[in-house]
C-alpha cells in the first residue's frame, strides 16, 4: 500500500515525499478508518483524499461548498491525465444526470460535489450504484454550528453514508476549535476515528500588529522594507481601487481583485501576479482560496477580519515556500469598536429576514412549494436597489437564509459555454439536410470539437465560432438556441455572475421556518469571535503565535521567538516584571468594578484565557489578594 501511495505521489503530483502529517492521514485512510485530519492553510490538504483514492479501485466523492475550488481541482486533475468531475448550481438537469452516469460507467476517480446537492433524489439514485471508496468532507468545520461558517446541508452527509457503510470518511479542515472538532465527529457519526492536528504554529511566519491611524504610509513603510510578493487585504472593494492606484503612484506595482471585477479581468490580474508582473494584489477576502503562490513574503490587513480563523487562513498565504514572512495587521480603536458593532448587526431582526426572503420571491416570481434546487444569476446589491432594502442588511439578511438552509449562495465564477449533441449522428444529418440554415453551425462544431460533441459536454468558443463562419457572435448564439429548442443539442452558455440556488420549495415568507434559537446562539458566537480577534489585536501578555495555537485547542510552551510581541519581550526579557505588570492591571480593574467574572475581566482587559494569563489570576487567589465568590465571580480580598 506505502509504495503506491508514493508512487502515485512521485509519478502523478510530481512529489518526492509526503509531508509528516499527510503520510499519517494517508495510511489512517488507507487502513479503512475515518479520520478527522485538522491541517492549516498550505498544509496539503487535497492530496490526502487525492492519493488514497488513486490507489484504490473506485470514486472518491468529495463535498465541498467552494464552487471555484472545486472547478480548480477537477481541471488541475484533468491535467494530470485523472478523470473528474464536478456538480454544483447552475448546471442543467441533462449535464447532471450524465456526469453522475460517467462516474457509474466512465472509469472516473473523483466526483466533487456541493452539499446542497446530497438530498437530491437524482444524485442518491446514482450514489447508491457508484463504486465508493472514500467520502472526503472539505472544510468540514461547515457542520458544526460552533463554526464560523455553519451550513445546514452539510447535516445531510451523514445521512448518505447509509448508502456506502463500509467506505471510510475523511473530515477535512484548515481551523477549528475543540468544540468544532467535537461536533464534526458527532455530526458526520464517525466510528472510531483517527485525528491528526498539524501544529497551528507557523515557524517561519511573523506576526504582527501595529496600532497606527494612517495605515496606507504604514503599509508603504513595510512594503518598502520587505521585499518580494505580497497580499494586502481589504474590506470593500472602493479601498482595493484606492489603496492600488496609490501604491501605483508611489512605484510599487500593484492590482485591486474583488468580486464585483468581470471574470476576465479578475483573471488578468491573478496571472499577472502569479507570474510576478505586479507586486501587491489589493483584494477583498474574495481573492486567495485556492491560490497555491509559495512565496508570499508579507500578508497585510488594513481592516480587521470578523474572525481569527478567517485571520489566520488570510494570513497563511504567506511563506509557504518555509522562508521567513510576516503578517501584519494595521488597526486601531476605531476599528475595534467598528468590528464589534458590525458583529451586533450580523444577525438582523428575523421580520426583516422574512421580508428579504418574500422580496427574492417576487424577484424571481416563484409561487409557494415550487422551485426546489433551482439556481439564478444573482447580485445582491442590484436586488437590493430593486427592492430600496438597505444593502448590508441584506446581505447579512441573504447569509441568515443561507445559514438557515434555504438559499444557497455562490460568488461570482466563470464558467464556460458547454455543448453536447443529444442525438445520434445519423438523426443529426437529418436535420443538417431539413434545415439548410443550421446546417453550417452543426460542420463548424463538428469540425471544431469533433466526434466527443456526441458522448460529452465540451467547452465552446461561441466568438470564434461565430468569427469561422463570417457571422456576429449575437447570431450565432441564436442558431445555438434554435438547436437547443429541436432538443438536437443542450447548449449552456457562459456564466460570470453570482449564483442563488433555492434549497427547499418555496414557502410561505411569513411562515418561514427559522430555528430562531440556533439564530440567537449564532449571534453571540459572532460577538465571542468579534470579542477574540479584537483581543487578538490589543493584547500585549502573550506570544501572537500561542495566543493562536491556544485559541484553536492547541496548547504550547514555546514562544515563536519572531512576532511583535516575541521581538519586543527579548528587549524586556524580564518575566517577573511582566507578571507584576498584569497583576497590577488586574486589581485596578476589580478595584473599579468591585466584582467580575474571570471571562469579563479578560474580555475588559482585552487579555487571552491563555496558561499565563490564568496562571497570574490563580496566583493571586492562592496569595489571598483577591476572592473566588460562590457565583464564580472575582473581587479584591475584603473589597467593600
Request: neutral net charge; charged residues 25%.
Amino acid at each position: 500500500m506505502e509504495t503506491s501511495a508514493l508512487q502515485i505521489l512521485k509519478e502523478v503530483f510530481g512529489w518526492g515525499e509526503f509531508r509528516p502529517v499527510q503520510k499519517q492521514v494517508i495510511d489512517s485512510v488507507l487502513s479503512g478508518k475515518d479520520t478527522l485530519a485538522l491541517m492549516p492553510t498550505g498544509g496539503g490538504k487535497s492530496l490526502c483524499y487525492q492519493v488514497p483514492a488513486l490507489v484504490n479501485e473506485g470514486v472518491c466523492l468529495v463535498i465541498s461548498p467552494l464552487i471555484a475550488l472545486m472547478k480548480d481541482q477537477v481541471d488541475n486533475l484533468r491535467k494530470k491525465g485523472v478523470f473528474a468531475a464536478a456538480i454544483y448550481s447552475g448546471m442543467s438537469y441533462r449535464e447532471i444526470d450524465r456526469t453522475l452516469d460517467n462516474c457509474i460507467f466512465g472509469g472516473y476517480k473523483f466526483l466533487y460535489v456541493s452539499p446542497e446537492r446530497l438530498k437530491s433524489e437524482l444524485f442518491i439514485e446514482r450514489f447508491r450504484q457508484m463504486n465508493i471508496n472514500l467520502i472526503a468532507v472539505d472544510e468540514a468545520h461547515c457542520i458544526s454550528q460552533w463554526g464560523y461558517d455553519f451550513r445546514p446541508p452539510y447535516l445531510e452527509i451523514a445521512q448518505i453514508k447509509v448508502y456506502h457503510p463500509n467506505v471510510p470518511v475523511l473530515a477535512l479542515t484548515a481551523s477549528a476549535t475543540p468544540e468544532v472538532c467535537a461536533d464534526i465527529l458527532e455530526k458526520l457519526e464517525m466510528k472510531q476515528p483517527a485525528f491528526f492536528r498539524q501544529s497551528f504554529a507557523r515557524k517561519n511566519l511573523s506576526y504582527s500588529v501595529r496600532l497606527i491611524e494612517n495605515k496606507l504610509e504604514k503599509g508603504v513603510e513595510i512594503l518598502n522594507r520587505v521585499g518580494g510578493t505580497a497580499i494586502w487585504y481589504v474590506r470593500n472593494r472602493q479601498h482595493t481601487h484606492q489603496i492600488t492606484r496609490a501604491l501605483n503612484q508611489m512605484g510599487i506595482s500593484a492590482g485591486a481583485y474583488h468580486a464585483g471585477l468581470s471574470m476576465e479581468v479578475r483573471a488578468q490580474q491573478q496571472e499577472a501576479w502569479m507570474n510576478n508582473q505586479i507586486r501587491v494584489m489589493v483584494s477583498t477576502n474574495a481573492f486567495g482560496m485556492g491560490i497555491d503562490k509559495p512565496d508570499v513574503r508579507v500578508v497585510i490587513h488594513s481592516d480587521m477580519p470578523e474572525n481569527l480563523e478567517n485571520y489566520y487562513q488570510e494570513a497563511g498565504r504567506a511563506g509557504r515556500d518555509g522562508k521567513k514572512s510576516y503578517a501584519v495587521l494595521l488597526c486601531n480603536e476605531g476599528d475595534f469598536e467598528t468590528l464589534l458593532d458590525r458583529a451586533a448587526l450580523v444577525y438582523p431582526p428575523n421580520d426583516f429576514v422574512k421580508r428579504v426572503y418574500q422580496c427574492l420571491a417576487n424577484y424571481y416570481r416563484i409561487a409557494v412549494g415550487s422551485n426546489l434546487l433551482s439556481s439564478y444569476d444573482f447580485e445582491w446589491s442590484e436586488f437590493a436597489e430593486t427592492y430600496q432594502l438597505e444593502v448590508l442588511d441584506t446581505f447579512y439578511a441573504l447569509k441568515v437564509l443561507e445559514e438557515e438552509g434555504f438559499i444557497g449562495l455562490s460568488e461570482s465564477y466563470f464558467s464556460p459555454s458547454k455543448l453536447h449533441f443529444l442525438v445520434n449522428p445519423q438523426r443529426l444529418y437529418e436535420v443538417q439536410i431539413a434545415q439548410a440554415k443550421l446546417d453550417p453551425v452543426i460542420k463548424v462544431l463538428l469540425r471544431t470539437y469533433g466526434g466527443n460533441l456526441f458522448s460529452e459536454y465540451l467547452k465552446i468558443n461561441e466568438s470564434k465560432l461565430a468569427k469561422t463562419l463570417s457571422i456576429s457572435e449575437k447570431e450565432f448564439v441564436l442558431l445555438l438556441d434554435q438547436l437547443a429548442q429541436m432538443e438536437v443539442v443542450d447548449y449552456e452558455k457562459r456564466k460570470d455572475k453570482p449564483q442563488i440556488i433555492f434549497l427547499t420549495p418555496r414557502f410561505d415568507a411569513g411562515k418561514l421556518p427559522l430555528n430562531t434559537k440556533r439564530i440567537e446562539m449564532r449571534r453571540k458566537l459572532t460577538l465571542d469571535k468579534a470579542n477574540s480577534m479584537v483581543t487578538y489585536a490589543s493584547q500585549k501578555v502573550i506570544c501572537r503565535t500561542q495566543f493562536i495555537q491556544e485559541y484553536f485547542g492547541e496548547k504550547s510552551d514555546a514562544t515563536c521567538g519572531i512576532c511583535d510581541w516575541c521581538v519586543e519581550d527579548k528587549k524586556n526579557s524580564d518575566p517577573e516584571k511582566r507578571a507584576e505588570n498584569l497583576k497590577s492591571r488586574i486589581l485596578e480593574a476589580l478595584k473599579v468594578e468591585g466584582e467580575l467574572t474571570q471571562q469579563n475581566l479578560l474580555e475588559k482587559l482585552r487579555l487571552p484565557s491563555g496558561e499565563f494569563t490564568l496562571g497570574i489570576i490563580r496566583g493571586l487567589i492562592d496569595s489571598g489578594l483577591i476572592s473566588l465568590l460562590p457565583d464564580g465571580k472575582l473581587t479584591i480580598k475584603n473589597h467593600g
